[in-house]
């Protein structure tokens, strides 16, 4: 089976918002297991937890990391197989989007973050150029099998639904980084896209944001 390309790749986008110091992590939608690894040679004596749907990857990442569960997020409570405060790190990369109710996954996160942890999600900005012309000036939108309008895709989120996902009295948000690009698909002009990300237009050239929140 050939795995998608998409959901596979190595992202140092997300690690450097991990902090060093968390030893309990757990990554929801963790594909391959590459991001768990990369924190594990970081800090060796982290635990690391993961949760994929598709069986083929959660195997390949069950090598990596010290337990993999294959569990369909919709039909999976965090709340029910982890204790209050279980970890210091929870990371929702490029996971929300595919989920019915993203919102109760927040909500479960938050309750097995440990007090001060850090919960770090990934988000496709659907505010994106991209989506505009196609959906003003081409009168279509856009089925894809990648990126920000990915077939499999349940929800989209602007920055602003983005803030209101995490709005709650149990979270600080620390930071929110964009990710731009000048053309929706990966290519080497995209490089550029920082420096025309301007006061008043870069919210159309945010590919995805990238939120860091606490728990307070």
Not at 86 to 95: E, N, P, R, T, Y
Not at 110 to 139: F, K
Request: charged share 25%; hydrophobic share 45%.
């Amino acid at each position: 089976m050939e795995l998608n390309q998409s959901y596979i790749g190595v992202r140092g986008d997300i690690l450097k918002h991990i902090p060093t110091s968390a030893k309990r992590l757990l990554d929801v939608g963790c594909s391959v297991g590459l991001l768990g690894e990369q924190v594990a040679k970081r800090n060796p004596d982290a635990q690391i937890y993961g949760i994929e749907l598709d069986a083929v990857m959660a195997e390949i990442a069950r090598q990596k990391l010290d337990k993999v569960y294959i569990e369909n997020m919709d039909h999976f409570s965090l709340m029910r197989e982890f204790p209050e405060g279980s970890f210091d790190c929870v990371v929702l990369a490029d996971i929300l989007e595919h989920l019915r109710d993203p919102w109760n996954v927040i909500h479960e996160s938050i309750e097995i973050l440990a007090s001060g942890g850090v919960m770090v999600a990934c988000i496709p900005n659907v505010r994106h150029i991209d989506t505009l012309y196609n959906l003003v000036v081409r009168g279509r939108w856009l089925y894809r099998d990648r990126g920000i309008h990915d077939r499999t895709h349940l929800r989209f989120f602007t920055l602003s639904n983005i803030l209101e996902l995490f709005s709650s009295p149990k979270l600080e948000v620390e930071k929110v980084v964009a990710n731009y690009r000048l053309i929706e698909r990966p290519s080497r002009i995209n490089r550029w896209a920082k420096y025309f990300a301007w006061p008043g237009i870069r919210g159309f050239l945010a590919f995805q944001y990238i939120i860091v929140v606490r728990k307070a």
